[in-house]
């Protein structure tokens, strides 16, 4: 599906590629975006006017999965999945503030005396993150404003917790899965593979089935307690019998289940910044967990990935569900080049000076530009990210991030895309088991 705006540049329903094809072929529409593909109407008529009118009672849900390098997310309108996409986060970030910090601290003592260090007294503001997760942070709100820009967003679909630890807290499992349906054992079973790291507590086993499995076996009066479970493979769970885990000849084990599982608080603080941030767009939020999310994708049958759990989360889940699209914009935050002027080498020494400026004759490093060169070695065409230099000769990328061409004049290069932090690429799904357009695919009611 392509994002369409009228005249004034606000959001109409987004309509199939294939009629955006048709409205580009008659000029009626100019494209307004690259990525993700938006077009723009040319002229507004009453007709659009009236589109508009009718439209504005339709509800588009963004859907957001957030994780610690992928963040899924998805476009709903009702059962109907309009926009699917994938964040790829910033993951060097704390690497390269360590090597930079190392290469300064370096560069300070060579020529300096022993110094005590000073009294700290520089404080954090309040609600600081460091950079690593705040990047997180600010890619999604950075999206979030963007869409709604393209898209006349009315909800927004949020997993801010894993597990609902109310749910879980009621001991007796089999009793209530009975009474209160499937979501409770999905919870539990969330719980204790993040507990139990996705391993047997046993043998260590990894990527295989797990079993839940009672630490003081039921026959011997264990109860069904969060604090008396683990996970075990199989063949663990078979051998073990009705022996306790200690007799089994794992006392720790017990010591462990008795500890309950302390939130990764980074991780926590993350998701409350990322609630926050929505909250500040004035949508309605909805928000599940990760247990819920899980259940659905795998009641609808899909496979696991960022997006299609993004299509997943919370309780407004449709149970049937309509992919109105086959293609994933993956969308990878780059930054928008250093502060650091100086390239070093990896002693820390300087090899080369950056030049002050980001734009050169109106290109800047990132730009998407086609270049049409007429003669000598690069001849032909070239479409990629432009690498600017300031004698005017710039080099070109092509997708793959390979250098194409070299040296190509800068009156050759015409604009595609600007530059804005982000690189895209577009993934077409469609095979092997993943929904084709327009298929529906039913889930049993819970
Ligand atoms: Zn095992």
């Not at 609600?127 to 990047?135: E, V």
Request: hydrophobic share 30%; aromatic share 8%; glycine share 8%.
């Amino acid at each position: 599906m392509v994002f369409v705006l009228n005249k004034n540049k606000q959001p109409l329903s987004p309509c199939h590629s294939a009629v955006a094809r048709k409205l580009l072929k008659t000029g009626k529409v100019v494209i307004h975006k690259k990525y993700p593909f938006t077009i723009r109407l040319k002229e507004l008529k009453e007709s659009e006017r009236k589109l508009k009118d009718s439209e504005s009672k339709a509800e588009f849900r963004l859907k957001i999965d957030y994780g610690s390098r992928y963040t899924g997310l998805a476009i709903l309108n009702g059962p109907t999945v309009v926009w699917l996409a994938q964040i790829h986060h910033k993951t060097n970030i704390k690497s390269n503030i360590d090597s930079r910090r190392a290469m300064r601290r370096t560069r300070r003592n060579r020529n300096t005396r022993y110094r005590k260090p000073k009294f700290n007294n520089r404080g954090r503001k309040e609600g600081w993150l460091p950079p690593s997760l705040q990047s997180r942070v600010d890619n999604i709100k950075n999206w979030v404003i963007k869409l709604q820009r393209l898209c006349s967003l009315t909800h927004i679909s949020y997993e801010n917790v894993k597990f609902d630890t109310q749910l879980m807290q009621n001991p007796e499992i089999s009793g209530i899965e009975y009474q209160q349906g499937e979501l409770q054992g999905y919870e539990i079973r969330e719980y204790l593979l993040e507990k139990w790291d996705r391993k047997c507590a046993y043998c260590g086993a990894e990527n295989i089935s797990l079993e839940i499995e009672h630490i003081i076996p039921k026959s011997r009066g264990g109860t069904s307690r969060i604090s008396n479970l683990t996970l075990a493979c199989h063949a663990c769970n078979q051998v073990k019998g009705d022996m306790t885990a200690e007799e089994f000849g794992y006392p720790d084990i017990q010591k462990q289940a008795k500890k309950p599982l302390k939130d990764a608080a980074l991780v926590t603080a993350t998701r409350w910044k990322v609630y926050n941030v929505l909250s500040e767009t004035g949508l309605n939020i909805e928000c599940g967990t990760g247990a819920r999310t899980k259940m659905n994708r795998i009641l609808l049958n899909l496979p696991k990935n960022h997006h299609f759990d993004a299509v997943c989360v919370g309780t407004s889940t449709p149970n049937d569900i309509i992919f109105r699209t086959n293609s994933v914009l993956h969308i990878k935050a780059k930054g928008r080049g250093s502060h650091c002027r100086t390239n070093l080498n990896k002693y820390g020494f300087p090899r080369g000076y950056l030049a002050r400026q980001k734009s050169f004759f109106g290109f800047q490093t990132g730009d998407i530009v086609k270049a049409i060169v007429p003669k000598g070695k690069h001849q032909g065409t070239w479409i990629g990210a432009v690498a600017c230099r300031k004698t005017g000769y710039f080099d070109i990328k092509n997708k793959e991030g390979v250098k194409a061409a070299q040296g190509i004049n800068h009156k050759y290069c015409k604009m595609l895309s600007r530059v804005d932090g982000y690189e895209y690429a577009s993934e077409h799904v469609g095979v092997d088991g993943i929904p084709l357009m327009t298929e529906v695919t039913s889930i049993l009611p819970y």
